[in-house]
């Protein structure tokens, strides 16, 4: 990892939004995730192919090429380069992005499922709208990325997609925004779940993401 204080800032932030995962009790029993921050138009910095204990000198910077510009990077994360690549060319606003396999938006994931937005915290943290899933393929492989690329072209304003059989990819503008987003999702997952053994969960009546907009501006203000 290149040492400037730029470099150091996104650094930390990334470590900062990992451990959250970790507190918010989001993560698989494995605690497997790949997390990126975008540092310029070119270059991400890229956890090394684990999170659990991660420490900002344990970051690799990667170019939206593929190429390994400074640090190391395990073979289980080489993989997955093209796929935070894709979301960082598709989407030249989003700052950050967390992959997990958090049990309840897997389940969603493994059953083909969008998830729909039914809570509120999928309303405050950027993900008004349902989750879609992307078709499976081989992790980090052409087809996977393909269908990540297609997806974010046909849903401009998604925030996250369910990766078919495999788990969660959430993106915002920065570490901290992407890791709320997938604790809002996660939690939304869980009572979709929990709701169907009560009768189903229910839609927002309509105009429900304006007036959570309009509370946020009349405290901000």
Known sequence: MTDTPEVKSRAHQLVDAARQL??????????????SVRLDADRFLLTPGFVRDLEPHQLATVGLDGQ????ELRSVSAEIIT???AVYRARP?????IHTHSPAATAFAVAHRPL????????RFGQPEEVPVVPWGPRGSDVSVRGIADVLERRPTTAAVLLANHGLLVFGPDAAAAGHL???IEES????????????AVDFPEGALEAVRASIARVAS
């Open 22 to 35: 970790f507190v918010a009790g989001v993560m698989s029993h494995s605690g497997h995730a790949n997390l």
């Open 182 to 184: 997938v604790v809002a």
């Open 116 to 123: 729909p937005c039914r809570t509120e915290p999928m309303l």
């Open 189 to 200: 997952a869980e009572a979709e779940i929990a709701a169907a053994a009560i009768g189903g």
């Open 93 to 97: 606003h989003v700052g950050a992005i």
């Open 83 to 85: 796929m935070h690549s």
């Open 68 to 71: 390994v510009l400074a640090g």
